[in-house]
T-cell receptor
Framework: GAGVSQTPSNKVTEKGKYVELRCDPI?????LYWYRQSLGQGPEFLIY????????DSGLPNDRFFAVRPEGSVSTLKIQRTERGDSAVYLC??????????FGPGTRLLVL | AQKVTQAQTEISVVEKEDVTLDCVYE???????LFWYKQPPSGELVFLIR??????QNEISGRYSWNFQKSTSSFNFTITASQVVDSAVYFC?????????????FGTGTQLKVEL
């Protein structure tokens, strides 16, 4: 079956701009996670959704970051006033709640 | 706080050699899960294994095997008869159940290079 998909695969933007990153989870997966991976590091947790609600947003670095999942399926990660330090690979994962998370290919964000 | 340590930054082996990737974790939870993921050059994280904290039985899957020892807080991964296709970054991760969900804490990864 189809895995987790993320769009765009690459995004280049200028400092100060607004960006949206999209994640389409595996069909039927109620849990959705966002992680951020900087070069040479492991992924770091950002936010977790169970259904439509953000159950844990403790990993969001500041209030420029926001995510939604209005219908309990597709999720959008939104970054306002981007900074060069936001450059990273943003990974999305989904699960059925049985503990195993399946990851998408990621969106590579570059802020110039 | 949860922590995962992968002390080996990079390992190079010749094809057909066996190689072990180390993982040491810290947690105060009594119930937790441990994972290994593979990240090939394409970038997508590929799930390899999940282990429950109550199950210390070692596991073998083809050329892959995992050794979980709670006494030393380690969850090591061995590839037998390595192949060039095994070249990737391997991440060990620990799940934490807080406010629902199971956010993963990852190590910094081990870059494995398998050469002919």
């Amino acid at each position: 079956g189809a895995g987790v998909s993320q769009t765009p695969s690459n995004k280049v933007t200028e400092k100060g701009k607004y960006v949206e990153l999209r994640c389409d989870p595996i069909s039927g997966h109620t849990a959705l996670y966002w992680y951020r991976q900087s070069l040479g590091q492991g992924p770091e947790f950002l936010i977790y959704f169970q259904g439509t609600g953000a159950a844990d947003d403790s990993g969001l670095p500041n209030d420029r970051f926001f995510a939604v999942r209005p219908e309990g399926s597709v999720s959008t990660l939104k970054i306002q006033r981007t900074e060069r330090g936001d450059s990273a690979v943003y990974l999305c994962a989904s699960s059925t709640g049985d503990e195993t998370q399946y990851f998408g290919p990621g969106t590579r964000l570059l802020v110039l | 706080a949860q922590k995962v340590t992968q002390a080996q930054t990079e390992i190079s082996v010749v094809e057909k050699e066996d190689v072990t990737l180390d993982c040491v974790y810290e947690t105060r939870d009594t119930t937790y899960y441990l994972f290994w993921y593979k990240q090939p050059p394409s970038g997508e994280l590929v799930f390899l294994i999940r282990r429950n904290s109550f199950d210390e039985q070692n596991e073998i899957s083809g050329r892959y095997s995992w050794n979980f020892q709670k006494s030393t807080s380690s969850f090591n991964f061995t590839i037998t008869a390595s192949q060039v296709v095994d070249s990737a970054v391997y991440f060990c991760a620990l799940s934490e159940a807080r406010r629902g969900g199971n956010k993963l804490t990852f190590g910094t990864g081990t870059q494995l290079k398998v050469e002919l």
